[in-house]
């Protein structure tokens, strides 16, 4: 392992790893699901020490991000700021793995996904180059960074305008999920229906020792109009048997705890991802299946749209700007074949897929990750700057073939 302090050592390290006939990891935060930044008798290059935290411009909101820093660290940096970067639903999920895959977090629906505030990035290619590039700097390769960044090389840096955000209205909900069908069409419906500072999070769970499936509702309102806040959470209480319900307003770091406090990961190695439109009473249908089956261990969506799909299709590298939700099924490695069984029946239904929340690694998924025409603009690039196919751990993509 390889635990390089600056860019300069990044650049070492990929050269001294291209020298060895082993496989090359990159790691940030450590928290991926899949599995991917690490390995078996190869190279693992851990950002872990490359962590600063810097507001750059308080007033163009600039703030600079090294990949081993950690959400729930940025959040507290940029708080007394008034700033903040939505990011997932973990603090010690790492920086560098989220913001170059696309990053749906609690304030998703009202700002975007994490990649859309992203306005330059540091990367160590891998000829050995560190590369400075934006919109007008290798133009080709910023696109790519923003949703396959890790197959083009080693983010030392990144630099995004954060967002006005001080505190926000945080709700929990949980609730009586046995009719699981019902209760996920009216969340759907209610989140589609609710104004864009609102942007939900639900979790199912199967029952156990004679309890009913649950359902664990987080609500987010980005702003501290606690009236609008009501009005918009209150028809949350329609979903479904209410078993327990807390809401308060809270600064932002609140909700997006730092590292040190929490648990890291599902400890679910075994996860599918999806995107759904609408959930519709088929998708319904399906996903009560799955809960039901006792094959699943959780289930959970979180609703992008809003903010997320202002963003044109082709403008980065994520090219899912037209669904509402997405989707994610988790389970032990034993019930494995089960999940995939009921994970087809569900497949219809979706459109892509989230790449973090994925742990499949059939080649076929990189269609439902990068959709043509994103995909084949994402293969010539990876042959300009990674021909050798250097970086093929996270969803590799195949360099394009050369034109004769």
Do not use: C
């Not at 082993?22 to 991917?36: K, Y």
């Not at 679910?268 to 759904?276: F, I, N």
């Amino acid at each position: 392992m390889i635990r390089p302090q600056n860019a300069a050592e990044v650049v070492d390290a990929v050269s001294y790893a291209r020298t060895q006939d082993v496989p090359l990891s990159v790691r940030s935060g450590g928290h991926g699901i899949s599995g991917r930044s690490t390995n078996d008798g190869g190279v693992v290059v851990d950002m872990s020490r490359m962590n600063k935290v810097e507001v750059l411009d308080r007033a163009t909101r600039r703030v600079r991000l090294e990949p081993g820093a950690r959400w729930g660290d940025v959040a507290q940096t940029l708080a007394p700021y008034g700033l903040a970067m939505s990011s997932g639903d973990y603090g010690d999920v790492g920086v560098g793995g989220l913001a170059t895959t696309a990053g749906v977090g609690y304030l998703a629906r009202r700002h975007g996904l994490t990649i859309d505030h992203v306005v330059a990035v540091e990367i160590v290619t891998a000829d050995g180059r560190l590369l400075r590039v934006d919109d007008e700097h290798h133009p080709d390769l910023f696109w790519a960074i923003r949703g396959a960044g890790g197959n083009f090389g080693v983010v030392t840096a990144l630099e995004l305008e954060a967002y006005e955000v001080d505190k926000v209205v945080y709700a929990q909900l949980v609730a009586d999920a046995t009719d699981t069908a019902g209760l996920l069409r009216r969340w759907g419906q209610l989140v589609e229906d609710a104004p864009r500072e609102l942007t939900s999070f639900l979790s199912l769970f199967p029952g156990r020792r004679g309890n009913p499936p649950a359902a664990q509702v987080t609500l987010v309102y980005a702003g501290d109009d606690v009236e609008a806040a009501q009005s918009a959470l209150s028809p949350f209480l329609g979903i479904g048997p209410i078993l327990d319900q807390q809401a308060q307003l809270v600064p932002y770091p609140a909700i997006v705890v730092p590292p040190g406090n929490q648990h890291r990961g599902q400890g679910l190695k075994d996860t599918r991802s999806g995107l759904l439109h609408h959930v519709t009473p088929q998708a319904a249908d399906l996903m009560e299946n799955m809960i039901h089956s006792g094959d699943v261990m959780i289930m959970q969506l979180r609703s992008v749209g809003g903010a997320v799909n202002d963003v044109a299709r082709d403008a980065t590298a994520y090219p899912h700007r037209e669904q509402n939700f997405s989707v994610l099924a988790a389970t032990v490695p034993d019930r494995r074949p089960q999940l995939d069984k009921l994970w087809a029946e569900l497949y219809p239904y979706l459109d892509g897929l989230y790449l973090s929340f994925e742990s499949d690694t059939d080649p076929a998924r990189l269609l439902d990750a990068w959709p043509e025409p994103t995909l084949g603009r994402l293969r010539a690039i990876k042959a300009s700057y990674d021909p050798d196919n250097v970086f093929n751990r996270n969803f590799p993509i195949p360099p394009a073939e050369p034109v004769d």
